[in-house]
């Protein structure tokens, strides 16, 4: 096993428990109840997939799915579900933002004076890792709240760049998959932070279960890495139905597609028509990101509309020419195959009558 690989594994998934751990320690500080602690144990989970990988794929990834990151959102999705609904009764001050820390100099100033009488260096390191904590636990819990949402989001895509991959992706594929999962964080980012900050909302709990439930629906696309994967076209597709040609010409298109649709623009269009048209809530805000929903389902339908049409064309050239490409071939390309083909039958027929003419002139 490669050391780089092993060193990216490993840090790469301690990254993720760390990050999970300070949740589950928010959730205790905002709950005032150790028992929450037990939300630890789901690190376990993430521990037993890494000593899988290193065992069976020498530390490298899967094909379509990456099991840490699907398991670092079991570990972390449940407290920041935790502190969303809870959202605290701590205000921050009027500037959006803005951090209220009781910083206290009187704080450094006894431990370093209590430093200073002590006979060694670790008290004075435990006293001022106790000040630091507890000048953390000042930090409202809005901020907090949204300070996980943020560094979730960002370790998603750093995790995903630092986990190794398997021998199924390209780097090339990789780093459009990495610029998909940045637009795809600031979106989900902006969908949790705009919606639940509405005070009409806050005032609803069933309605804050149902858009944290369609912003996790919506977290479950970072795992999988169909979006830039294709199935591959055997020749034995020819006998297969339309349908599984589609799926085998597009497969990364269509992905895209369905996650645009079903998992990410669809249900925030429909999460934000609800808070407009049922619960009346308007802003600027809400209303300009839910022309943006629109639109982008729009243009999702079109492009669907063009890849379909295209496929058309590519069997209904087939069925009027014998051609010997596939199907889940782009429709230029069975062009182009035909043109070479009859390029190939002219030469064919041409070769015969040339040695028919030079015979003679042997004699």
């Known amino acids: ?10 840090v790469t998934r301690l990254l993720f428990v760390l990050h999970s751990l300070i949740g589950v320690w928010r959730v205790t500080q905002v709950k005032k109840e150790p028992k929450y602690w037990l939300l630890a ?3 376990l989970l993430l521990c037993l997939e890494t000593g899988l990988t290193l065992k069976f794929k020498q530390g490298r990834g899967y094909k379509w799915f990456s099991p840490a990151i699907f398991l670092y959102l079991i570990c972390t999705v449940p407290s920041l579900w935790l502190l969303e609904i809870h959202h605290g009764t701590q205000y921050c001050s009027n500037e959006p933002g803005a951090v209220q820390v009781n910083v206290s100099n009187q704080d450094f100033n006894q431990t370093r004076d209590s430093s200073h009488r002590s006979e060694g260096t670790d008290h004075h390191i435990i006293q001022t890792a ?4 507890n000048q953390l636990s000042t930090i409202c819990e809005t901020v907090w709240t949204l300070a996980l949402h943020q560094t979730f989001l960002l370790l998603l895509v750093i995790g995903r760049w630092l986990l190794p991959i398997g021998m199924e992706i390209t780097r ?5 998959l990495l610029l998909m999962f940045v637009g795809t964080a600031a979106d989900i980012l902006e969908f949790a932070s705009e919606t639940l900050d509405i005070e009409d909302v806050r005032k ?3 309605l804050i279960n149902a858009i944290l439930a369609v912003w996790t629906w919506s977290m479950l696309q970072f795992p999988l890495d169909l979006a830039v994967q294709h199935i591959g076209c055997k020749p034995a597709t020819t006998t297969r ?5 589609l799926l085998c010409r597009y497969s990364a298109e269509l992905w895209n597609i369905g996650v645009s649709l079903f998992i990410q623009d669809g249900p925030f269009f429909i999460v934000r028509s609800i808070l407009m048209g049922h619960f009346r809530i308007f802003n600027q805000m809400l209303v300009f990101f839910t022309a943006k ?14 890849i379909t049409l295209d496929f058309r064309a590519t069997l209904l050239q087939k069925s009027r020419k014998e051609v010997n490409c596939c199907p889940c071939e782009p429709y230029e390309a069975c062009t182009q195959a035909t043109a070479s083909q009859d390029t190939e039958m002219k030469k064919c027929v041409a070769f015969p009558a040339k040695e028919e003419s030079e015979a003679p002139s042997d004699q």
């Open 1 to 10: 096993m490669e050391l780089l690989v092993l060193c990216n594994a490993l």
């Open 41 to 43: 144990l789901l690190n």
């Open 172 to 176: 090339d594929q990789l780093s459009q």
């Open 293 to 306: 929903n629109i639109l982008v389902v729009t243009l999702q339908l079109y492009r669907l509309a063009v």
């Open 241 to 245: 139905r339309i349908p599984s040609l």
């Open 204 to 206: 609803n709990y069933a």
């Open 130 to 133: 106790k000040v630091f904590v």
